[in-house]
């Protein structure tokens, strides 16, 4: 009865934990646009925008174990369909971020098929070969997409009755968005959807001996991934108001993926962090140096992988069991007072006591001198001699 108490009680406190960092993190968010400056805004809508396709992708590559290196192909196709009908139809930006996610989700499904016989690097080269295609298409296909120029669309305007700034409203809007993603990706990984992508992840064998269908579940892996990276391209283009083939290369899929590792695989909390870490890094590393930023870029990729192998959402916990390994370390090389008492060396003379096991008849305080060499083998003398 006891036990099922201190659970009960470990449990709501962890839930009321839980609580209050959401409470507090909600608070941060809500306040963040009336303290920061426009491009610190602007820089705060990109994180939340690329923490949307990195909770995609966390879904497919952290918890279902596939590697996608075609992310970006899913992003540039949530773009452009956004831009596409604000431009050619001008209709609502609300309108476009369905027809985006269902679009991509289609088109999620449609890879992930041939997908299924493929896995490891075969399957990353084929969604590399997907990333590294798509742009010259987008160019070719000049009279929909505008060609290499792109297109240039209107960003989502205030209402007057809000009193916001245009950069204020977009991150609002971005930040609704975001949090209901966020919120599906969580409920998804905790239904049964989410236990049978873990089973596929850690062992296909044991998955499909249980019932999991193996080729649903990692097709459905691809469209749940791929509709996430879409929602985020439309919010991509809601913020920056113009999309162009060249800023969806092969380099956006590497990138997110680098962001997702750094962050942490298989997190709830690690899309957030490499969200943070792919818009923050790349302007660190421009105002480090100039002429190489890729450089310094990859060595804060090489440090942070150095210091968090998991990612940074492992570093909290990571951090406290390496302090009590040194401790422990410390307290293992340094004895006590009791072991050096025991570990002390004897003195050379001791106290008389009890007959020494080595020779019967003597006594520990008697010393042991080596026997004559002139009388070893001689026979016993008598009294006279």
């Known amino acids: 009865m006891s ?6 009680g470990t449990d709501r406190a962890r839930r009321l934990r839980a609580a209050l960092t959401v409470l507090l993190a909600a608070a941060v968010a809500v306040g963040a646009p009336f303290y920061f400056a426009p491009f610190q805004v602007f820089q705060l809508t990109m994180v939340l925008l690329y923490a949307v396709a990195l909770a995609g992708l966390n879904l497919l590559v952290g918890f279902g174990g596939q590697i996608s290196l075609g992310h970006g192909a899913f992003f540039a196709a949530g773009a452009y369909t956004s831009a596409v009908m604000l431009d050619r139809y001008d209709t609502g930006h609300l309108a476009t971020l369905p027809v985006a996610a269902a679009g991509c989700f289609l088109l999620g499904l449609a890879l992930g098929v041939p997908a299924l016989r493929l896995r ?10 997907l990333a590294v295609f798509l742009p010259p298409l987008l160019k070719r296909l000049e009279p929909v997409t505008g060609g290499s120029m792109g297109l240039i669309v209107d960003k989502p305007q205030p209402p007057a009755w809000s009193g916001l700034a245009e950069d204020q409203w977009t991150y609002f809007v971005v930040l609704a968005v975001t949090a209901v993603a966020l919120l599906l990706a969580r409920n998804l990984l905790r239904s049964r959807v989410g236990r049978a992508l873990r089973a596929v992840r850690d062992d296909e064998s044991a998955a499909e001996v249980m019932g999991v269908r193996l080729s649903l579940h990692k097709t459905l892996a691809f469209a749940w991934s791929a509709m996430f990276a879409g929602v985020a391209g439309c919010l991509y283009t809601w913020v920056i108001g113009f999309v162009s083939p060249d800023s969806f290369s092969f380099v956006l899929s590497v990138t997110l993926l680098a962001g997702l590792v750094v962050g942490g695989l298989a997190s709830l909390y690690g899309p957030l962090l ?6 923050y890094v790349p302007s660190v590393s421009q105002d480090l140096s100039e002429a190489a930023p890729g450089v310094v870029f990859g060595l804060l990729i090489i440090a942070v992988m150095f210091v968090a192998p998991t990612g940074l959402a492992g570093l909290p916990g990571r951090v406290p069991v390496a302090v009590a390994r040194r401790l422990s370390d410390v307290a293992a090389r340094r004895p006590s007072g009791v072991s050096a008492v025991l570990h002390r060396t004897p003195p050379a003379a001791s106290a008389p006591g009890p007959e020494s096991p080595s020779r019967p008849g003597t006594r520990a305080s008697e010393p042991l001198t080596p026997a004559d060499p002139e009388t070893v083998g001689a026979p016993p003398r008598t009294e006279k001699e």
């Open 3 to 8: 036990t099922i108490a201190v659970t009960l």
């Open 274 to 279: 490499g969200a943070a870490f792919v818009t």
């Open 120 to 129: 490891g690097l075969y399957l990353a080269l084929v969604t590399l070969s």
